[in-house]
Every structure is written in C-alpha cells, then in structure tokens.
T-cell receptor, first 111, second 114 residues
Framework: GEDVEQSLFLSVREGDSSVINCTYTDSSSTYLYWYKQEPGAGLQLLTYIFSNMDMKQDQRLTVLLNKKDKHLSLRIADTQTGDSAIYFCAFPSGTASKLTFGTGTRLQVTL | DVKVTQSSRYLVKRTGEKVFLECVQD?????MFWYRQDPGLGLRLIYF???????EKGDIPEGYSVSREKKERFSLILESASTNQTSMYLC?????????????FGPGTRLTVT
C-alpha cells in the first residue's frame, strides 16, 4: 500500500509563505489531493493536481509535483491567520474512490 | 451543498459498552467511509461501503463493524469499546465516478472510552 509522509508541524509568521511537503511511495496515482481541516471541523478539499502536471496555481495556493522524487508540496502565499489548520495530502488507492491520507501537517500562523 | 452529519460531536463511553456512531449524507452518494484520526497517524480507513448493504474492510477494521441499510446512512459499531478506541471518528461520502472525486467529510465525533 501507499506510504505517505508529512512533517507534523509548521509555524510561519502572518504574511510569509508556507510550504507544506509530502512524500509518497506509489507513483501510479492519477490525481493527488490536498485537504484542509480547520479546528473542530472535518476535512475539506483544498485543491488537487493531475499527475501529468508539474505545477498548479490557484490564487494564493501553488501545488508542485516532482514525480521523479515522489514529492508533492503545497505553497501558501501571504499566509493569513485563517490558514491555521491541519493539511493532509491524499492519494487514490484501490477502488470505490478510496483515498490514502498523509499524517497531516499542523500549520500555525503567528502575528 | 453536500452535507454530511454525524450523530454526536462528543461521546464518553465505558469500557465494554456497545457504541453506535451514525453518519448521514444528503447528496445520494454511493460511497461512504469511516476513518479514525489520531495525532501523528493521520486518517486511517476503518470500513467503507460502495452500495447499500455492501461493505469492505479498510486498513484497521479490528474491533469495529458497520451497517448500511439505507443509501444515506452509514453506521459504525464498536461491539465492546476499549480504551485504545478513544479517538476522533470521521465519516465521509463521495460519488462513484472515474477521475477526480472529492470526499465530503462530516465534522467528526470525538469518542472517549474510560
């Protein structure tokens, strides 16, 4: 099965850029996802990238995919206090739209 | 908007009790999932269901069972709760399509077993 690793914690100052990293073992996924979990809530899809792309930009979010190194990253520009959350990378696994989630990175934004 | 609701936000149960966690979705999704979330371990899939009365084990099914009698409802059952089942439980649902498919999550149930 897929092994997906993320660092557990990241602290950035408001206005700085945040980079959340994810490494994985299985390279056959067609779509790679980033989910966000705000305090006290379930997960919400933040963005995704198709595996034949290297980069996807969506307003303040940039997703970078390095298939050779099996590395996925999420960059948040001009990080705001509302970005404080846990971020999970996720990959399709098997059938029925199953996903394998990373361990999650808690982003803390300080003033 | 898709809405996934879970019966309780917080639950405290005693060791050995039978525990039912209920999940309801209102978007006619075929797939439903139960995860548990623990710090440093991320989300781990317990069971999923791709149709009414159909279920498959996920990565950590031991100590759990599920029931899906209606399309919109997916129940997680702890037959005899143990302290190592203290966790956050998240339910999700999705359509059954090829390609990019989003999972929609409920707010979670924080279960404490004493």
């Amino acid at each position: 099965g897929e092994d997906v690793e993320q660092s557990l914690f990241l602290s950035v100052r408001e206005g700085d850029s945040s980079v959340i990293n994810c490494t994985y073992t299985d390279s056959s996924s067609t779509y790679l996802y980033w989910y966000k979990q705000e305090p006290g809530a379930g997960l919400q899809l933040l963005t995704y990238i198709f595996s034949n792309m290297d980069m996807k930009q969506d307003q303040r979010l940039t997703v970078l995919l390095n298939k050779k190194d099996k590395h996925l990253s999420l960059r948040i520009a001009d990080t705001q206090t509302g970005d404080s959350a846990i971020y999970f990378c996720a990959f399709p696994s098997g059938t029925a739209s199953k996903l394998t989630f990373g361990t999650g990175t808690r982003l803390q934004v300080t003033l | 908007d898709v809405k996934v609701t879970q019966s309780s936000r917080y639950l405290v149960k005693r060791t050995g009790e039978k525990v039912f966690l209920e999940c309801v979705q209102d978007m006619d999704h075929e797939n439903m999932f139960w995860y548990r979330q623990d710090p440093g371990l991320g989300l781990r899939l317990i069971y999923f269901s791709y149709d009414v009365k159909m279920k498959e084990k996920g990565d950590i099914p031991e100590g759990y069972s599920v029931s899906r009698e209606k399309k919109e409802r997916f129940s997680l059952i702890l037959e005899s709760a143990s302290t190592n089942q203290t966790s956050m439980y998240l339910c999700a649902s999705s359509l059954s399509l090829a390609g990019e498919v989003e999972q929609y999550f409920g707010p979670g149930t924080r279960l404490t077993v004493t």
